[in-house]
């Protein structure tokens, strides 16, 4: 984020230009977001079935987890 607005601010665009390719960067970081936290669910739900099929108990699984 930070080399992209050095590297935005330092070039030759005009103000038009640079407010698009900010937009554009915003946008696709909030898209990166929320498939960010869709594969996180996605991997909750995955350890969760997991989980089931070993039949494991709380302890086993917080051991797993690191807790």
Do not use: P, Q
Request: net charge negative.
């Amino acid at each position: 984020w930070l080399e992209f607005r050095r590297v935005l601010f330092r070039s030759k665009l005009t103000e038009n230009e640079k407010f698009e390719l900010f937009s554009l960067f915003n946008n696709e970081k909030e898209k990166i977001s929320a498939l960010d936290s869709k594969i996180d669910k996605l991997e909750k739900d995955l350890n969760k079935l997991v989980y089931d099929l070993y039949k494991l108990t709380d302890e086993e699984i917080n051991i797993i987890e690191g807790k």
